[in-house]
Nanobody
Framework: QVQLVESGGGLVQAGGSLRLSCAAS????????MAWFRQASGKERDFVSG????????YYADSVKGRFTISKDNAKNTVYLQMNSLKPQDTAVYYC????????????WGQGTRVTISS
């Protein structure tokens, strides 16, 4: 399995941008896909965006399409989430996660990074 460490969260005004990073270490060769999830206060954790580790397929929740972009640098074992046109409803703790096969759940998780968008 892999260990995941997120960074890049912070406080920005609505309309601003942030870039989150997720650094993976360990058995990265075993990863099938990586994804970002978020959990707002008092709500369930929701899928935001995903990317295949070996490939370019990307996936987005409808709420972030056109505003967020997921990318990766396999040489650095790092996944990024570029977030533009941020809205107060994007406020949440953002988690990075790894999936090891297309039939499995995301079973490796980072500690999360907090994103706060002020109106």
């Amino acid at each position: 399995q892999v260990q995941l460490v997120e960074s890049g969260g912070g406080l920005v005004q609505a309309g601003g941008s942030l870039r989150l990073s997720c650094a993976a270490s360990g058995r990265t060769f075993s990863v099938y896909a990586m994804a970002w999830f978020r959990q707002a206060s008092g709500k369930e954790r929701d899928f935001v965006s995903g990317i295949l580790w070996s490939g370019d397929n990307t996936y987005y929740a409808d709420s972030v399409k056109g505003r967020f972009t997921i990318s990766k640098d396999n040489a650095k074992n790092t996944v990024y989430l570029q977030m533009n046109s941020l809205k107060p409803q994007d406020t949440a703790v953002y988690y990075c996660a790894a999936q090891y096969s297309p039939a499995s759940n995301f079973t490796s998780w980072g500690q999360g990074t907090r994103v706060t968008i002020s109106s």
